[in-house]
């Protein structure tokens, strides 16, 4: 109950092009879902964050999708460009409970 | 910048031997939280600390200990250290007393037991 699934594990996908990684959960209590960018060598930065009474959130180029019934939800990256190559994590939390997903690495090719 | 200071940046040292990491949080957050993060892995969260008090604890080994001191910055204890501890440390801060929020994060201490 306590699982994060993120998918894919690794995407390669041209400039301009539209990344999309998807996370899956199971436990109903969790209210916060952030997603971190992490560059090598770097600590996790907070990209964008979506709370479960909205279905989407957007800011500039990256949207989170939000699907409550489904219980998943996905980032979307438009106009993907080479600086946006980095491991990307979800998460889920609730009050002291925060669970990471296990990342994607996003590579995109010029 | 995310104001979040973490020392050593590295650290070598053999097995058995007893490590302390240190974390400075951002001004004004009264959170502390540790995690471990493996090569090539996500992030694994350890304890958490508000205004001195532990409030969270996830998956920390009883070899390891944290504390966070009245001028609020954090120190992890890790001892009888194995192969199997070398991996990244983190250390993140926020405002608020709940994991439901910002977190900012430290650039992190690599740890590597020989």
């Known amino acids: 109950q306590q699982q994060v699934k993120q998918s894919p594990q690794s995407l390669i996908v041209q400039k301009g092009g539209i990344s999309i990684i998807n996370c899956a959960y199971e436990n109903t209590a969790f209210d916060y879902f952030p997603w971190y960018q992490q560059f090598p060598g770097k600590g996790p930065a907070l990209l964008i964050a979506i709370r479960p009474d909205v279905s989407e959130k957007k800011e500039g180029r990256f949207t989170i999708s939000f699907n409550k019934s489904a219980k998943q939800f996905s980032l979307h990256i438009m106009d993907s460009q080479p600086g946006d190559s980095a491991t990307y994590f979800c998460a889920a939390a609730f009050n002291y409970q925060l669970i990471w997903g296990a990342g994607t690495k996003l590579i995109i090719k010029p | 910048d995310s104001g979040v200071t973490q020392t050593p940046k590295h650290l070598i040292t053999a097995t058995g031997q007893r490590v302390t990491l240190r974390c400075s949080p951002r001004?004004?957050?009264?959170?502390v939280y540790w995690y471990q993060q493996s090569l090539d892995q996500g992030l694994q969260f350890l304890i958490q600390y508000y205004n001195g008090e532990e409030r969270a604890k996830g998956n920390i080994l009883e070899r390891f200990s944290a504390q966070q001191f009245p001028d609020l910055h954090s120190e992890l204890n890790l001892s009888s250290l194995e192969l199997g501890d070398s991996a990244l440390y983190f250390c993140a801060s926020s405002d608020k007393t709940g994991m439901n929020t910002e977190a900012f994060f430290g650039q992190g201490t690599r740890l590597t037991v020989v």
């Open positions: 001004s004004g957050d009264l959170s």
